[in-house]
């Protein structure tokens, strides 16, 4: 996001106007994140690992990945609405910096979604 801003800055970047770069940035931070995120979870698996001393992968149980996949489908569910109005947005002439905030605000809520449904799924007992 920097080196987008110090373009931009620099004039080399046209944000306002220009979806071909906003496609390109996008589809660079999705890889990036994805990178990111596979190193974090190796890294916080290994210190977990040192830390606790278990060797053994802890068996998962039905019950957990039933609740897990429930969740993940109202959070999936949420953020789909928060696309689709985005793309409704666009569509009647919103701008393009409106679009992004909807995308940002709909994968918020649908994190926040996704917790709140496994703790109500954990306390109804599926």
Same mark, same amino acid.
């Not at 949420?78 to 701008?95: D, E, N, Y």
């Given at each position: 996001?920097? &080196? /987008?801003? #110090?373009?931009?800055?620099?004039?080399?970047?046209?944000? *306002?106007?220009? !979806? #071909?770069? =906003?496609?390109?940035?996008?589809?660079? !931070? $999705?890889?990036? %994140?994805?990178? /990111? +995120?596979?190193?974090?979870?190796? &890294? !916080?698996?290994?210190?977990?690992?040192?830390? *606790?001393?278990?060797?053994?992968?802890p068996?998962?149980?039905?019950?957990?990945?039933?609740?897990?996949?429930? %969740?993940t +489908?109202? @959070?999936? =569910?949420?953020? @789909?609405?928060?696309?689709?109005? @985005? /793309?409704?947005?666009?569509?009647?002439?919103? #701008?393009?910096?409106? $679009?992004?905030?909807?995308?940002? /605000?709909s994968?918020?809520?649908?994190? &926040? &979604?996704?917790?709140?449904? #496994?703790?109500?799924?954990? +306390?109804?007992?599926?």
């Open positions: 996001a920097l &080196i /987008v801003y #110090q373009r931009h800055l620099e004039g080399r970047f046209d944000l *306002t106007e220009d !979806f #071909q770069k =906003w496609g390109v940035i996008f589809l660079i !931070f $999705i890889g990036v %994140s994805i990178v /990111v +995120r596979i190193i974090i979870y190796i &890294i !916080f698996h290994i210190i977990n690992a040192i830390a *606790t001393r278990e060797h053994d992968i068996v998962e149980d039905e019950r957990d990945k039933l609740i897990k996949l429930k %969740s +489908r109202n @959070s999936h =569910w949420v953020f @789909s609405a928060g696309f689709m109005l @985005s /793309v409704m947005a666009l569509a009647i002439g919103m #701008q393009v910096y409106g $679009i992004f905030i909807v995308f940002i /605000v994968g918020v809520i649908s994190e &926040i &979604i996704d917790n709140v449904s #496994q703790i109500y799924f954990y +306390r109804k007992g599926i």
